[in-house]
């Protein structure tokens, strides 16, 4: 699983790189940090962040409260406001984004942790997709790619071109991956399936496939790399339509 990756905007580097080293021992993947708004708006389009810490105040013309309204505006992802100021002036401008987070310098490592968390979580129920505090659909005007998955109390990335298959047990789904990685979610086949791309389809009351990873098939099995997995008659005619034969 890939981790969930941050950008940083704060124009005082050795406060950004202090950020960034934090971030790091937390077991995010923090980016390259940018200075200005300009720089996070590159950096923005060519890495697409899971998530931002936005200093209020930026060099130039343009603050950190700009770049907020163009990250909700434009690529709806979560982000934390950081600032030294407290001020009911600087509070109430932030508040006029609603960011799902608020850091006053200094802060601990343990205020960042908590404030990412809190971001993710709370962006993930503001799209709805929230699923038993285990589960988020990362969903924005990107393509939808990926999955977060919570693992030891943090939201982990699952790319949809990493996943092979997924099988029921009993409450719980088995999600099995490309690296030969096994991730347990408690959620059921039908609501995550609604969650996933095209590329996935439900072959069996059991299993959904990637059809992407598809090596074999005939009418009655499915096989990805050594793993045979059975069609049922119900959902038959669905994968034969999705699977060009000749």
Do not use: W
Not at 87 to 113: G, R, S
Not at 168 to 190: A, E
């Amino acid at each position: 699983m890939n981790k969930v990756k941050i950008l940083v905007v704060e124009d005082e580097i050795i406060i950004a790189d202090h950020i960034c080293d934090t971030l790091e021992e937390l077991g995010y993947k923090p980016l390259e940090p940018a200075i200005s708004y300009s720089e996070a708006i590159e950096t923005i389009e060519a890495e697409k962040p899971d998530i931002a810490i936005l200093d209020v105040q930026l060099a130039g013309k343009k603050t950190g409260i700009d770049l907020a309204k163009t990250i909700k505006e434009k690529y709806d992802f979560p982000f934390i406001f950081l600032t030294s100021n407290a001020d009911a002036a600087t509070v109430n401008l932030a508040k006029e984004v609603m960011p799902p987070a608020y850091l006053i310098k200094p802060f601990t490592k343990d205020d960042l942790f908590s404030s990412i968390e809190i971001a993710l979580h709370n962006f993930s129920k503001k799209i709805g997709e929230l699923k038993d505090n285990n589960l988020i659909i990362k969903d924005s005007l990107f393509i939808k790619d990926s999955l977060f998955i919570k693992e030891k109390g943090f939201y982990k990335k699952v790319f949809f071109k990493d996943i092979l298959y997924i099988e029921s047990s009993h409450v719980y789904v088995i999600l099995f991956l490309t690296n030969h990685q096994k991730i347990l979610v408690r959620i059921s086949l039908t609501e995550i399936i609604s969650n996933l791309s095209t590329n996935f389809i439900r072959i069996h009351r059991g299993f959904i496939v990637n059809i992407k990873h598809i090596n074999q098939i005939n009418r009655n099995v499915v096989i990805i790399g050594e793993k045979n997995i059975p069609i049922g008659k119900k959902y038959r005619d669905n994968i034969l339509k999705v699977i060009d034969l000749i």
